[in-house]
């Protein structure tokens, strides 16, 4: 993952979609599900820096639930064969929409705020310039209802994009699955698929990383001899 500009700004809170949005344009990416995958260390690196700060420990579990999506994500990249419920894959393509539909909005806010800036604020009859700006609304409106109807759409757009997150039975350490390999291989090589044996698909993911994370610190030899065929590890040391 290469490194990003990208600066925490606590002061300012933004939110998990917020903050997983602007990741995305740093990098000058269009909003897919491999410029998702592109920006998930940096995302996890923010909720570090999140978790430190003491004032902000509460909202840790908001950008908790993205960083799992886009872990999961993530993975099903680096394992496109990985098979997928029709639940995975719809709450896949949800985080997905999420993002896009948050730009717009955030697009439609900047487009109000620079058309709502400049002066006049009426492109017709002109010959009302002059007078005074007046809001004229129907009798039985009052700012109650205006705040009521305000409410109602907030509400409606709350229920529909906040997600329901229902808590896996299953958890899977990263730092254990880490331990495990080592523990299990040697100089010899050992087939991928001996650890995936009686493994849940958490498991699974978890065991790929972990891998990964012992080739990236060069812990491990990986061999693969074409595309989906088996991978075999070893041990530093002797080649697979």
């Known amino acids: ?15 998990p979609i917020g903050t997983l949005l602007d990741l995305v344009l740093e990098k000058k990416m269009e909003i897919t ?59 896949i393509k949800n985080l997905e929409s999420r993002v896009r539909l948050y730009k717009e909005l955030k697009d439609a806010e900047r487009h109000l705020a620079e058309a ?10 002109e010959f009302l310039l002059s007078s005074e700006r007046v809001f004229l609304p129907p009798e039985r409106v009052t700012s109650e209802t205006l705040r009521a109807a305000m409410a109602k759409v907030y509400g409606d757009l709350e229920r529909l994009y906040t997600p329901v997150e229902t808590i896996a039975r299953e958890v899977v350490n990263l730092k254990q699955k880490i331990q495990e390999v080592m523990a299990r291989i040697t100089s010899e090589p050992t087939a991928f698929s001996e650890f995936k044996k009686n493994a849940s698909r958490r498991e699974i993911v978890v065991l790929f990383l972990a891998v990964l994370h012992l080739v990236r610190d060069q812990a491990l030899h990986v061999d693969q001899k074409g595309h989906f065929s088996e991978i075999f590890v070893a041990k530093k040391g002797k080649k697979a």
């Open 1 to 15: 993952m290469a490194d990003t500009s990208y600066e925490l700004s606590l002061d300012s809170y933004k939110g």
């Open 116 to 125: 709502w800036s400049a002066s006049p604020k009426m492109g017709a009859r």
């Open 33 to 91: 599900l491999v410029s998702l995958a592109e920006v998930t260390g940096d995302f996890l690196n923010y909720v570090t820096a999140l978790e430190e700060d003491p004032r902000y420990r509460a909202l840790v579990a908001d950008f908790l639930v993205v960083a799992s999506k886009l872990i999961f994500i993530k993975s099903k990249i680096l394992l496109p064969s990985l098979p997928l419920t029709e639940e995975e894959e719809a709450d």
